[in-house]
């Protein structure tokens, strides 16, 4: 996959599919301001895109993410004292942004994890509805090493992959889990050889999005919140969607297509 060096996230189109490669290799990808303020753009222009049907978000060389920039981290301990806590606040904006635009995004996103993906890159794996990966990735939440917490989302959806013990344990340990480790606790979801897994990232999404695209969107979004939600609301909020779902042209050519004898 060719990838221009000068912008530091790159979008290629496969189809309906649109492959996102984090792509500061030489950093291992880590993430800095301008690498996120172009991801937020990147995301924001995917999700109002119709024509993609499923993003693929990897990274570029030998790395998924490295996490945070320690570079971006050492400027913001160099403020003066009174603007280090509103930086963090204002810097913590944007992450939340970005790691919201990335869940919410309303068509089906995998994570191809191709090496290693560290604090926010392994957050930012988690924020995506899937994860499949090479035998070189790995995982972990380093947070605890830089006398952090998780700020990526990771206290949110790492419990709901692994369970909550097993999600204390890791980001309390800072431990690194690889790829077979991952895939046995439930952090991934599918394995595939390095050689390939963009290929097999993007087949994935091909068969994901085969479906109706508004289906799918409001799936997503009703799904996001079933574990915050009482039953009365997910089946109110299902209601919602099944109303605007039996206005779609997709509902009906596929319900004239049934009657007319295609059972697919």
Request: charged content about 20%.
């Amino acid at each position: 996959m060719s990838i221009d060096q000068e912008r530091p996230v790159v979008v290629e189109h496969h189809g309906g599919v649109a492959v996102v490669t984090l792509n500061r290799p030489d950093k291992r990808n880590a993430m800095s301001d301008a690498m996120r303020t172009e991801f937020i753009r990147v995301l924001e222009a995917l999700g109002g895109d119709r024509e993609v049907r499923a993003v693929v978000l990897t990274g570029a060389g030998k790395g998924f993410c490295a996490g945070g920039d320690i570079s971006g981290m050492r400027q913001r301990m160099e403020a003066p004292t009174g603007e280090i806590a509103f930086n963090g606040w204002h810097r913590q904006q944007r992450v939340h942004h970005a790691q919201s635009l990335l869940h919410t995004l309303p068509k089906p996103v995998i994570a191809a994890v191709n090496g290693a993906a560290s604090g926010l890159g392994a957050d930012t794996a988690l924020a995506c509805d899937f994860i499949i990966a090479s035998p070189a990735a790995h995982f972990t939440w380093s947070y605890i090493h830089r006398g952090i917490v998780p700020d990526g989302g990771g206290m949110y959806f790492l419990p709901r992959r692994v369970g909550l013990a097993r999600a204390k344990e890791l980001i309390f340990s800072g431990r690194r889990v690889n790829a077979q480790e991952a895939h046995a606790i439930g952090i991934v979801d599918r394995l595939a050889d390095a050689e390939q897994l963009i290929e097999a990232a993007i087949a994935w999404g091909v068969e994901l999005a085969k479906g109706s695209g508004a289906a799918l969107a409001l799936s997503k979004t009703i799904i996001n919140q079933c574990f915050e939600s009482p039953a009365e609301r997910i089946f109110a909020q299902g209601s919602q969607a099944q109303g605007i779902c039996y206005t779609s042209t997709e509902h009906r050519e596929s319900v004239m297509a049934f009657l007319q004898g295609d059972r697919t």
